[in-house]
């Protein structure tokens, strides 16, 4: 075999090359240094061991800061009692298998968390009955209270709505203190009863009708503006701590309103992912506290012809948190309700499912998984409480859309570290 190569002056020449010849005596060349390839995998050798001694020196200075750092924790513990968190929340789940996964499993106990939206779009509706999936959660044992300044709630819409473990009467006559008294009542309650691991939910309907003592006794309404606010400024970042140390979810419900505007100056929006035009009541510390905060808009009614369909009235609406601390914000999604009944798991999995087209729908539809089993929309609850095979199908669709179109989208980080 022939090859090229250049002499001592620089010139091309041939060059006949035995290939066994070549291959016994190949040599690497670093920086025009001829190096032997033992001399390479000896260095590399060397290398590893080095290496090997830097993560075991890594792995021992990591240790000696996890020591120094309990340490520390309980230094400041004994000293100043500040208490460092467990970095997990316990959550109220909504019951809803789509809102739960982009809340990070529901509302945070021990927090504030914020339901906003128009009249009309179901937040006290939902309110109600993450405060009845919470008393299922924990067997009856969760302590409940519906604080209701709106006056519009009965015994019987929040047994309707799953509070039935026990049944609760909605306290009325509410002032703004008068909520705050209620967290501190609690939190004295569960300390004398020693039950301050059982955790408890305060929903407060709603926070832009609720006024303070001085704004119901005052005669010149001038006299107050802003007084509110002011009050809330104080009282909120106080009872959140309260609600931290004795297990309270405080799910508090608001309105949306108009965005003021001066002139041809428009106010600015520190939420740029509420609606457009749109701000809440109650001043900014409400936002700065609300560990979650979910705005409701409603996309459609179901009335009609829709109604006849669905076998029920009610509504589709679009929810997105604005603002959350357990899963990545502002992934909208579809809830589906009945006015009488409340916001069904069944019909929002439905129509995530028609939505992600694992369901097809028409005259007759069909699960893409399972083609063969026909159905009537309206017959889809019966056919699902009543076929085996046809709930395993839907549930097992309604799992793997969730996890490919919520979770594995837009928490990737959760799958890299269960792995």
């Not at 250049?6 to 690497?28: C, H, R, T, W």
């Not at 750092?69 to 019951?95: M, R, Y």
């Not at 503006?225 to 297990?247: D, E, M």
Request: aromatic share 8%.
């Amino acid at each position: 075999m022939s090859d090229e190569t250049k002499n001592e002056n620089g010139e091309i020449k041939d060059m006949d090359i035995d290939p066994e010849e070549a291959l016994n005596s190949v040599k690497l060349k670093t920086n025009s240094v001829e190096v032997d390839e033992k001399q390479v995998k000896d260095k590399a050798k060397d290398i590893i061991v080095e290496n090997d001694s830097e993560e075991e020196k890594v792995v021992e200075d990591e240790d000696m800061t996890k020591e120094l750092h309990a340490e520390f924790s309980s230094f400041l513990e004994t000293q100043t009692d500040l208490v460092e968190d467990l970095g997990t929340k316990e959550t109220i789940p909504t019951g809803i298998d789509l809102l739960d996964a982009i809340l990070g499993s529901g509302f945070v106990i021990g927090a504030l968390n914020i339901i906003v939206g128009q009249p009309g779009s179901g937040k006290s509706m939902l309110a109600m009955q993450a405060l009845g999936q919470g008393q299922r959660k924990y067997n009856g044992k969760l302590i409940g209270g519906f604080l209701d300044s709106e006056q519009a709630t009965t015994s019987l819409r929040l047994w309707n709505l799953g509070v039935r473990y026990p049944k609760l009467r909605p306290y009325s006559d509410i002032t703004v203190e008068k909520v705050f008294k209620f967290v501190e009542g609690l939190s004295i309650f569960k300390r004398e009863k020693k039950i301050l691991d059982i955790p408890s939910v305060i929903v407060w309907d709603s926070i832009a009708n609720t006024l303070s003592q001085k704004e119901i006794e005052t005669e010149d309404p001038n006299s107050v503006i802003g007084y509110k606010a002011r009050l809330l400024s104080i009282l909120v970042p106080k009872y959140v701590s309260q609600c931290a140390k004795h297990n309270i979810c405080l799910l508090a419900v608001n309105q949306l309103r108009d965005v003021l505007k001066i002139d041809k100056f428009a106010a600015p929006k520190d939420l740029k992912f509420m609606s457009a035009s749109k701000d809440m009541p109650g001043g900014n510390i409400l936002k700065y506290n609300a560990f979650q905060l979910l705005e409701m808009k409603v996309k459609t009614a179901i009335v009609d012809a829709e109604a006849e369909k669905y076998g029920f009235e009610g509504v589709i609406v679009k929810i997105k948190c604005v603002k959350n601390k357990l899963f990545p914000p502002n992934v909208e999604i579809e809830i589906v309700g009945s006015f009488v009944s409340g916001f069904s798991n069944f019909w929002t999995n439905y129509n995530f499912l028609k939505t992600t087209k694992r369901l097809t729908a028409g005259a007759w539809n069909y699960l893409v998984s399972y083609p063969d089993k026909k159905f009537r929309t309206k017959d889809a609850p019966q056919l699902y409480k009543t076929d085996d095979k046809f709930k395993k199908k839907f549930d097992e669709s309604v799992k793997e859309a969730i996890q490919t179109e919520i979770v594995e989208k837009y928490n990737p980080e959760v799958i890299q570290e269960s792995n």
